[in-house]
């Protein structure tokens, strides 16, 4: 059973667009949603995190959004830049436990 | 500060063998997490050390199996290699007990032919 649903698989976005990932989660534990970006030959690297108390968290150029009764949280990527082309993955975890990841969107940036 | 080693960085081995990928943390990290990455199945969690005690597990067969130190490394093993092991193999470590904000080394490949 898939406890965190990304989408979509994969984005092209022309440069200064903006970029929208989607993730959903099933599993009302959780209390910790990160995105990691990961680039080619690169493990997956931190890039902004959210706990449910908050529904929106910005730091420059991306956000998350979260819909606490909905079960979603998504990341806006403002002003996409050819250097944003990477994976991204959304998680979710609950204290001292595994992070659940989605299956990744791959972003394409064209200059 | 370094971050979280991996060695080796690339593995060929045959199906049967065994293989043993190592995993250094970050300085004063005491959780390690593994995680498998293919292009289907995105990141599968494998297990998580905490303190040389496993602490969660993923549903993995028992030919997975890893260890850590008391200096927080960490090793994995797979034994008894199957083809569909073919993927790359991440370990993350984390400064705390929530074991959340993970910080991920570069990966093992390991090919299985």
């Known amino acids: 059973q898939q406890q965190v649903k990304q989408s979509p698989q994969s984005l092209i976005v022309q440069k200064g667009g903006i970029s929208i990932i989607n993730c959903a989660y099933e599993?009302?534990?959780?209390?910790?949603f990160p995105w990691y970006q990961q680039f080619p030959g690169k493990g997956p690297a931190l890039l902004i995190a959210?706990?449910?108390?908050?529904s929106e968290k910005k730091e420059g150029r991306f956000t998350i959004s979260f819909n606490k009764s909905a079960k979603q949280f998504s990341l806006h990527i403002m002003d996409s830049q050819p250097g944003d082309s990477a994976t991204y993955f959304c998680?979710?975890?609950?204290?001292?436990?595994?992070?659940?990841f989605g299956d990744g969107t791959t972003l394409t940036v064209k200059p | 500060k370094a971050g979280v080693t991996q060695t080796p960085r690339y593995l060929i081995k045959t199906r049967g063998q065994q293989v043993t990928l190592s995993c250094s943390p970050i300085?004063?990290?005491?959780?390690v997490s593994w995680y498998q990455q293919t292009p289907g199945q995105g990141l599968q969690f494998l297990f998580e050390?905490?303190?040389?005690?496993?602490?969660n597990k993923g549903n993995f067969p028992g030919r997975f199996s890893g260890r850590q130190f008391s200096n927080s490394r960490s090793e994995m093993n797979v034994s008894t290699l199957e083809l569909g092991d073919s993927a790359l193999y991440l370990c993350?470590?984390?400064?705390?007990?929530?074991?959340?904000?993970?910080?991920f080394g570069s990966g093992t490949q390991l090919s299985v032919l």
């Open positions: 998680a979710a975890s609950r204290s001292a436990g595994k992070s659940t």
């Open positions: 993350a470590s984390s400064t705390q007990a929530t074991n959340e904000k993970l910080f």
């Open positions: 300085s004063g990290h005491r959780s």
């Open positions: 050390y905490f303190s040389e005690t496993q602490r």
């Open positions: 599993n009302t534990a959780f209390d910790y």
């Open positions: 959210i706990r449910p108390d908050v």
